[in-house]
Each structure stands twice: as structure tokens, then as C-alpha cells.
């Protein structure tokens, strides 16, 4: 059985930081996509960053970039998610994913087959 576990969510400060990690079970990292995604109560679901687990490939929404970092590490099955200078408008459910069949998509959650159950950050102003 696949599972996905995130950690690491919480509640910070404006410009303060955190790192999300997603740990995979019942496979291996090969050739897969590997995205965070987040939920903000009332809004669509959204790709924040996705990652290549062969050649380490990356993709940050607008929104994100120059703040966020994602990365993987194969031999541990795992993907994190560096978040730093967190605004307020960053609070969401955040959500790891695995699309088996490649980075086919960054920003579209329909391409991802497995997800985690999500970790809350909350940003306070």
C-alpha cells in the first residue's frame, strides 16, 4: 500500500520559516513527480512546487518562488519543502503528491495518484 506522511507544519510568524517533509511507503522513488500542493480554506487546490525524482528538475509557482525550495532525497524516499519569509496569505493545508508516471505536471493536481493527508501552516501577521 502507498502512503504519504507529511510533518513539519505549524504555526509562525510573517516572515518566519518552516521545512515540510513527506515521507513515501509501499514504493520506491524512480522516475516519479514529486509536488507540494496547498488548500487555503475556500480556494482551489494549487501546485506550489514539484521536484523530478530522476534528474532533480524543479518548478515553483509565481507565487513562491525565491522563497520556497523543494527537494528529494531518493534513498530516503522523502521530499521536503523549505519555506521561508512566509506571508500570511501562505496559510493552507499543505499537501505532498506523487504522480508514478514522471513530472507530466506542476500545477495541475489531476496528473498526481497518491497524496498524503496534509500538514496546516498557519501564518500570523
Known amino acids: 500500500e502507498v502512503q504519504l506522511v507529511e510533518s513539519g507544519g505549524g504555526l509562525v510568524q510573517a516572515g518566519g520559516s518552516l521545512r515540510l517533509s513527506c515521507v513515501a511507503s509501499g514504493f520506491t522513488f524512480d522516475d516519479d513527480g514529486l509536488g507540494w500542493f496547498r488548500q487555503a480554506p475556500g480556494k482551489e487546490r494549487e501546485g506550489v512546487a514539484c521536484i523530478s525524482s530522476s534528474d532533480g528538475s524543479t518548478y515553483y509557482a509565481d507565487s513562491v518562488k525565491g522563497r520556497f525550495t523543494i527537494s528529494r532525497d531518493n534513498a530516503k524516499n522523502t521530499v521536503n519543502l523549505q519555506m521561508n519569509s512566509l506571508k500570511p496569505e501562505d496559510t493552507a493545508v499543505y499537501y505532498c503528491?506523487?504522480?508514478?508516471?514522471?513530472?507530466?505536471?506542476?500545477?495541475?493536481?489531476?496528473?498526481?495518484?497518491?497524496w498524503g493527508q496534509g500538514t496546516r501552516v498557519t501564518v500570523s501577521s
Open positions: 503528491a506523487v504522480d508514478t508516471l514522471g513530472l507530466r505536471s506542476c500545477g495541475d493536481p489531476g496528473w498526481y495518484e497518491y
